[in-house]
């Protein structure tokens, strides 16, 4: 027993030993937290990343032989880019601007020409950038490239000018400026923001903004042009293609001056379309608004117009198919032997079709 009262005291001072020490660490940590900044380890505790007024000043520009370039790929973070046509044999790139960041000058933009392939990235990496004010400015002389690709997080583009076989532009958030282009295709794809697309004249054109609007004025594709909105609109002037096709989730469409074949849907938001020449193919459906649609004067179609909820009314005498009711239309508008080959398929769930006869009184 005695044996035993021993190994059982030397427990208890272990015990008690151990609770000191650890009473003792948690005490010097306290301390030394509490203590001024400067005198913890020479420098501030606790740390305070990405608070300190840190910045740089960009302003790089660089020069290359055009006649070795066939293609440009560009991936920015955040910056700005502005690609216009210039006169001359080099293409000229500038980068410039200001950010607040610890990373150094030298570290931020790559370029590299290799193999007809000129490579511009900015490699900001992981370091905090706060307040940044950087674009990217490049110069093309016109018929340099065969294809253009700009890939961005966040920022404002703008293109014009230019002629190529392949353009395709991404980007996040921010808005998108493409004017005065032509070429074999061309694809704009946007997260969040506005696209603006003028004077395009390109074999086929995919244009799709998840949330934000489209904005089309004079615009000519020999193939396809897909549209897409998932929040927002799409509003058009002048565009012609073999046959157009959009889709808007929540929002309006509105088309004027539209030649070719037109397939159009909204979920949520009215439709107005005026035709100069109208394809063979014509489906408009709006699930959730008013559809309105215009023909010039003797335009010949077979119509099929279907109102869930609304009421049908239509400029152009129709002679109907089949007995008449009021939310279904179905027949022939002008003389059968001319335009018998153009479909007109018209579908309401909750609003009124007006079909308008342009440049009546």
């Known amino acids: 027993m005695k044996i035993f009262r021993m190994e059982a005291k030397k427990l208890s001072l272990r015990l008690v030993i151990v609770f000191a020490a650890a009473a003792l660490v948690s005490g010097i940590f306290l301390l030394a937290s509490g203590l001024p900044r400067s005198i913890r380890n020479g420098e501030d505790w606790p740390p305070m990343r990405g608070t300190a007024e840190s910045g740089i000043t960009i302003d790089e520009s660089r020069e290359y032989p055009a006649a070795e370039i066939d293609e440009i790929s560009i991936q920015l973070r955040f910056e700005d880019a502005v690609i216009t046509p210039i006169s001359g044999d080099v293409v000229t ?35 905090p950038v706060q307040n940044s004010r950087i674009t990217l400015e490049l110069g093309i002389p016109s018929g340099t ?9 966040s920022g404002k583009y703008s293109v014009s000018g230019l002629n190529l076989d392949s353009l395709d532009i991404n980007g996040s958030s921010g808005n998108i400026l493409v004017q005065d282009i032509s070429a074999g295709s061309a694809v704009v794809k946007l997260s969040s923001g506005s696209i603006t697309a003028e004077g395009w004249r390109v074999g086929s054109g995919e244009i799709k903004a998840v949330s934000g609007n489209l904005d089309l004025k004079s615009f000519s594709s020999g193939d396809v042009l897909e549209l897409s909105v998932s929040s927002g ?14 889709r808007v989730v929540s929002g309006r469409i509105r088309l004027k001056g539209v030649s070719g074949n037109l397939s159009m849907k909204s979920s949520s938001g009215s439709i107005n379309v005026e035709f100069r020449n109208p394809g063979d193919e014509i489906y408009l459906k709006a699930s959730s608004g008013q559809l309105s649609v215009g023909f ?66």
Request: aromatic share 4%; no cysteine.
């Open 233 to 246: 609109s799409i509003n058009g002037e002048d565009i012609a293609a073999s046959k157009i096709s959009g």
């Open 296 to 361: 010039p004067r003797g335009t010949v179609f077979r119509l099929n117009a279907d109102a869930s909820s609304g009421n049908i009314s239509s400029d152009f005498a129709v002679t109907v198919a089949g007995s008449m009711k009021k939310n279904h239309l179905e027949g022939m508008v002008g003389n059968a032997g001319s335009g018998e080959n153009r479909s007109v398929e018209l579908s309401s769930s909750s609003g009124n079709i007006t079909i308008k006869e342009l440049g009546s009184e």
């Open 145 to 153: 490239l065969d294809k253009l690709t700009l890939d961005g997080s």
């Open 93 to 127: 790139v500038r980068y410039h601007g200001t950010a607040n960041t610890e990373r150094k000058t030298e570290e931020v933009f790559f370029t590299e020409l290799s193999g007809g392939v000129l490579t511009m990235e900015s490699q900001w990496g992981n370091i």
